[in-house]
């Protein structure tokens, strides 16, 4: 559905623009329909740079982002984008921000309504409305008709959800949306967002916080300074670490039954006696085009050495 | 005992009355304790963590004493805590990346700060570049502006200085949470390690998140609506907790490891009162799965083994 290749973005910085900052570099992977994937990094990864590109609100450098096909920044004119975004929507990270304080949270419906469906008859819309505040568990008694400060944190975010929902969407961009949230609720919009993806809503789900990856992706991506640094299906990524940046953070990720000397020694043992050696150049000794190699059925792996340093297990230096 | 607090109260002033956000606190800590204060927002942590530093503008001290090192701490008394504050208790406030004047190299801004205390920076200075040398920082970041530094940088030299006068009493609010998971890890790790080099004597550590403060603290203390729900030794808490919403808290807890396809956890139903006008007894009433006739009455937070309790009449 959503499919990312070779996606960068460049931006100018310094006086006149004379500097350029690599905030995304070759970034490529896909979401399906009915599939969570999550974008694991931490700030200055890039995580968030490419949820706005996917929702067309900052420009590409190089690379192609398509949908269902489709080159997304081929869309010029305001009917296609207004298509686009009937089918791709984005909630961010801090709900109360998002809404405007001197009007009431249900506003953000009426926009819809004007937008999108202003044809249809009032009583029709209700029930649309009441449908979609039900599927995010809201009862539209108790949130309808009220300003953002009269409702909490959790109950902000799932109407931003429910907004998204009127549209029939078939992706969800989900920009750090339960940071903010307290522990007791964020498990609810967490659920929810299984729930959806049961009905074959595809999510791109970004984090900076793995055990919420974990608990609702089917494909991780692990982002660090812009590049993928490992790729696959949760489950692989997680039992089987691979690349070292993915093992420090999963071994800095506070774990509640587990204190983190004693998440080091399991990684440690582990490893025990065996050399760790760049799985990236074990595959393809003289890299290739692909900033990733498969080392597994659905698990993919960067070279070793970060920051541009030369791989000690290459067999020659790349060229430039 | 190191720390002792006994029915403090702290509530904000506002037009429509007051604001109960901190409504009867009763603990201690031992000597060499760290506790991790842990709540949802709104539950009165960061207040209690002010109110024994400082009551600002909008805070009313409303009755309780605090006694610090056997002698008392006048908390209401924002003129007579200058000689304690700094001194023997400190903070390391949430956003250490604003809490330096952008204005002043670092090094002399803590001079500054030294001397309107009444210490000689000179002095102090070996002893600041030894400890700034425990954290990884050099003496060269003395030289710099605030600018310069990084926010993990400057999250460091806070941490250095909050405690460079080994305060009895230090509270951490919050200062992991507007950090990357591992930075995060090197600050708690650091804290811990000022109390083990006898730097601070006993720390309160404010987060949300219980995860984090289980790897450094001895004790954890669960706030709910301006009271104590639950204190008890770091491991019964996380293990067998008694108090329902520990319980229900703790298993929201999503870890690494577990997947809504194996095991789908479920969140708390409902909200928190309005600490504006809170319903008379047991606070946590109308979302608790337990509840019955007897909690119309304010539960005690009792002791229900040695250095565990809990305000629940069915614990």
Redo the contacts between chains.
Sequence with gaps: MLKLDRVSKVYRVGSFGGEQLRAVGDVSFEVRPGQVVSLIG??GSGKSTIGKMVLRTSRITSGTISFDGADISRYRRTGELKEYYRRVQGVFQDPFSSYNPVFKADRVFEMIRTEYFAAVPAAEWRAKLDAALRTVRLDPAQVLGKYPHQL???QLQRLLIARALLLDIELLVADEIISML???????V??LL?DLKERGLGILFIT?????G???SDQTVILRGGSVVERGA??RV?ANPLHPYTR???S??????K??AEVDAELRARDAGAERRCAYHERLPDGGPDPLAAVDEDHHVACFALDGAPCPDAARTPVG | MSLKVRDLRVYYRTLAGDVKALDGADFELADGEITGLVG??GSGKSTLGKSLIKLDGRMRYVSGTVELDGAELPVRDSARMNDFRFREVSLIPQYAMSAMNPTRKVGRMIADLLESRGERFRALRPELVRRLELVGLGEQVLGRYPIELSGGMKQRTVMVLSTLLDPSLLIADEVTSAL???N??AV??TLAGFRDRGFVKSMIFVT?????V??IADTITVMYAGRLAEKGPAKTV??SPRHPYTR???S?????????GER?????PG?PPALLDPPAGCRFRDRCPLAFDKCEQEPPFAEVEPDHSVACWKA
Excluded: C, K
Aim: net charge negative; charged share 20%; hydrophobic share 40%.
């Design positions: 931490e700030s909490s944190g959790g307290d522990a007791s609720t964020r498990i609810d967490l659920n299984a900076h916080d793995l055990s919420l974990n608990y609702v949760t489950r997680f420090r953070l999963l800095s990720v506070p774990q509640l039954h204190t983190w | 949802e927002s990357d998971v591992s995060q890890r708690a790790e949300h998140d219980v995860a984090l289980n790897q996380v293990n229900m808290l703790i929201a807890l999503p870890e690494v490891g577990v997947s809504h789908r956890l479920s969140g708390i909200s």
